[in-house]
């Protein structure tokens, strides 16, 4: 089934580790996003690319990193966690972007707990 | 800039009872506007997009929306209310440089 693949799907971190959040997508979409979910302020924007081989930040881009070396993936790295990177992380793909009315698509989500 | 306001944050109908989830936009230009639902522990799934073709945009399981430029509007309607309605809807504004826009969500909850 197309779509977007996130992973893994809960991980409970300790303080002060590194992790990645694994994101591909398989409708050789040319944007990518990467979003944070927290109660009470819908998602904001960590990160984006409009296409391979570029990256923009978004909202919220302070302790992330990302890197979009071909089409299909598109990692997210919290370079050393902090309690309030506790969020649910949704990565979501478009084909142009947002122009022409080109909707997100989602992945699943990732339940991330840094204790 | 782009901005989106859903005017409520819970919604509450009786089941067969009509569904009225409200959203206003702010943009600088002509938007791209969408309406997505999320049910629990579940990514973000598309109800409807706005095109400029139409004003009223109908999208899945029964949803449509109506743009209304003079009010800036774009708000979410359903006819009759079904329990597997019960979900987050957020409304969605896209900007210029391809980045998309978030209302804080509004949490539906179905009465039997």
């Known amino acids: 089934i197309a779509g977007i693949t996130q992973a893994p799907t809960s991980q409970i971190l300790a303080a002060g580790r590194r992790m990645t959040l694994r994101c591909t997508q398989d409708?050789?979409?040319?944007?990518m996003y990467w979003y944070r979910q927290d109660l009470g302020l819908g998602l904001r924007l960590i990160h984006y690319?409009?296409?391979?081989?570029?990256?923009g930040k978004g909202e919220v881009p302070d302790g992330y990193s990302v890197s979009r070396a071909n089409t299909d993936d598109f990692p997210l790295t919290l370079a050393s966690a902090v309690p309030s990177q506790t969020s649910v992380y949704f990565c979501?793909?478009?084909?142009?972007?947002?122009?022409?009315?080109?909707?997100?698509?989602f992945g699943n989500g990732t339940r991330l707990t840094v204790t | 800039a782009q901005s989106v306001t859903q005017l409520d944050s819970h919604v509450s109908v009786s089941e067969g009872t009509p569904v009225l989830l409200r959203c206003n936009y702010s943009?600088?230009?002509?938007?791209?506007l969408f309406w997505y639902v999320q049910h629990p522990n579940k990514g973000l799934q598309l109800l409807l997009k706005?095109?400029?073709?139409?004003?009223l945009v109908k999208g899945i399981n029964g949803f449509e929306a109506e743009f209304k430029k003079s009010e800036t509007s774009f708000h979410l309607t359903k006819p009759s209310a079904h329990m597997s309605d019960a979900a987050e809807y957020f409304c969605?504004?896209?900007?210029?440089?391809?980045?998309?826009?978030f209302g804080t969500g509004t949490s539906l909850t179905v009465i039997p």
């Open positions: 979501a793909s478009s084909s142009t972007g947002g122009a022409w009315n080109s909707p997100l698509h």
């Open positions: 409708m050789r979409h040319n944007a």
């Open positions: 690319s409009n296409t391979a081989g570029t990256t």
């Open positions: 943009s600088s230009y002509s938007p791209s």
């Open positions: 706005y095109t400029s073709a139409a004003t």
């Open positions: 969605v504004v896209s900007g210029s440089a391809g980045q998309f826009y």
